[in-house]
């Protein structure tokens, strides 16, 4: 058994310590959820013990196997602390790229938690990839798109220096996972990397896996021509995947076989967020003023997306699972979508100055920063878990993952203080990761969408609350929110 010591990284957050406001979640409640994004694969461990995906073929990982985890969901983690505890190493922040190559006595612990992420993949990909040499993805969990969302903190890795210590060769494995894309993994006629090995196909996932992993290999390289790939990836799938009769929502998979044309919200949400992390890096390297075309499709395209997502907005200001479907027994609330959609509005605020849709996001982070009532859990939970497309799992038919389905949340975790949180710290009510047509209990992918909400609200707050004209008022009467550090207190139209 190769041990996941990462696991046992003890978190220490590295929040500013500010105000804590009504009504937003404060830095304890986001602390739990850091813990519980930690716990998640542990989790996945107790509910589906033993269950073996078959792309692991050496016989002595089978006790590895029992503890198996998805790369997507590390990919996520690791680029949700970064924008909340490292900001400078994040390239959604305006800090120019690249990063300071020595770490700030001060980022020590949040970036050890990162940079812990990367030791671990680097030193058992070749047990994972079963011995192979040369192109490989960084984890093989049966996704070629998936294990890209690793590379940028392998990159960090190596950039830090970490081989220094270590003896692990970091940029190696960057380049293998390179490599791996555009020679082992199938192509569309016109270029667009397929998101599965076994099949070609396109899922908007990929979109926030593989193009920043793209790009941020570009930065740091000094490789013009990879970062201009990374916007021609995101092209080539908007052009497959949007749909204009849809109002520009996005479909979920298209091409070969088990395709989903329905517009699923946190799918959506994957590619806004991805497209925005591609911007960001264009915008803080030395090669912004040569991308300008790029960077204002890239800002188009989000905006596409948020459009198409906001006019469906549900009146609680949840998004629906497919959003654009009507509510019933087989399509339920989604909070994890919710999250990361308020996210991207916010980024686009500060990165684009796009302010259109931040009064829905602030209804929605409100609303899932909201106190709990006296009901143990609130209505959008009771929705049924029943399929409500063709069942679509995020992983091949010979990879088992956790069952998180057809139980309410509330009968696995009481309710907590918070509405939309157990007592636990799981975000609810939440799509099931594993099989997505389906709602889930636990979703540490829903975990990292609260941080990365969490993170780009308090970057938005920090640098004025741009767009905020349209949801604030001064009067009294409404819900507190925030104090500003003019002594100026605003509240929050609801």
Not at 143 to 172: E, H, I, K
Not at 287 to 307: P, R
Not at 323 to 341: H, V
Request: proline share 4%; with cysteine; charged share 15%.
């Amino acid at each position: 058994m190769i041990a996941r010591t990462w696991l046992a990284v003890v978190y220490t957050a590295a929040f500013t310590r500010s105000s804590v406001w009504a009504e937003s979640l404060s830095d304890a409640d986001i602390s739990l959820v850091e813990d519980r994004l930690a716990e998640g694969a542990q989790a996945s461990e107790e509910r589906a013990p033993g269950h073996f995906p078959s792309v692991y073929l050496l016989t002595v990982l089978t006790a590895l196997l029992s503890s198996y985890f998805f790369s997507w969901e590390l990919g996520t983690r690791s680029q949700a602390l970064l924008e909340l505890n490292a900001k400078s190493y994040s390239v959604l922040s305006d800090n120019p790229l690249p990063p300071p190559s020595t770490i700030a006595t001060n980022l020590g612990d949040a970036m050890s938690t990162v940079l812990g992420i990367a030791k671990s993949v680097v030193s058992n990909r070749s047990v994972s990839n079963g011995g192979k040499i040369g192109p490989q993805p960084l984890m093989n969990d049966s996704a070629a798109g998936d294990p890209a969302s690793l590379g940028m903190v392998v990159l960090l890795a190596n950039w830090t220096g970490q081989q220094r210590t270590d003896g692990l060769d970091y940029a190696g494995a960057a380049q293998d996972q390179l490599d791996f894309l555009f020679q082992d993994v199938p192509q569309t006629s016109d270029g667009a990397i397929s998101h599965r090995t076994d099949q070609l196909q396109l899922w908007s996932d990929f979109v926030y896996m593989a193009p920043p992993f793209l790009a941020y290999f570009g930065m740091i390289s000094q490789n013009q021509t990879l970062l201009s790939e990374a916007y021609n990836q995101i092209s080539l799938y908007r052009n497959y995947l949007r749909d204009s009769s849809a109002n520009n929502l996005w479909k979920h998979i298209v091409l070969g076989t088990g395709v989903d044309e329905g517009h699923w919200a946190t799918g959506n949400g994957w590619a806004a967020a991805g497209i925005l992390r591609v911007l960001g890096t264009i915008q803080n390297s030395k090669y912004a003023k040569s991308m300008m075309s790029e960077q204002k499709d890239l800002a188009n395209w989000v905006k596409e997306i948020q459009d198409g997502m906001y006019g469906v907005l549900d009146s609680n200001w949840l998004f629906k699972n497919y959003p654009d479907q009507n509510l019933s027994a087989t399509n339920f609330y989604d909070a994890s979508s919710t999250a990361i959609m308020a996210s991207t509005v916010y980024r686009m605020a500060l990165m684009s100055n796009v302010h259109t849709h931040v009064p829905l996001a602030e209804k929605s982070r409100l609303t899932l920063s909201a106190l709990s009532s006296n009901a143990s859990s609130s209505d959008s939970t009771s929705q049924s878990t029943t399929a409500t497309n063709s069942t679509i799992s995020r992983t091949t038919s010979t990879t088992s993952a956790p069952s998180s389905t057809s139980t309410s949340p509330s009968t696995l975790d009481s309710a907590g203080p918070l509405q939309h949180f157990t007592s636990s710290g799981w975000l609810t009510p939440v799509v099931d990761p594993y099989m997505i047509s389906e709602q889930g209990t636990t979703s540490p992918e829903g975990e990292a969408f609260v941080l990365e909400m969490t993170a780009a609200w308090k970057d938005w707050v920090a640098a004025g609350s741009p767009g905020a004209n349209g949801c604030l008022r001064v009067s009294v009467g409404w819900a507190w929110a925030v104090t500003l550090g003019t002594g100026v207190v605003l509240r929050w139209s609801l």
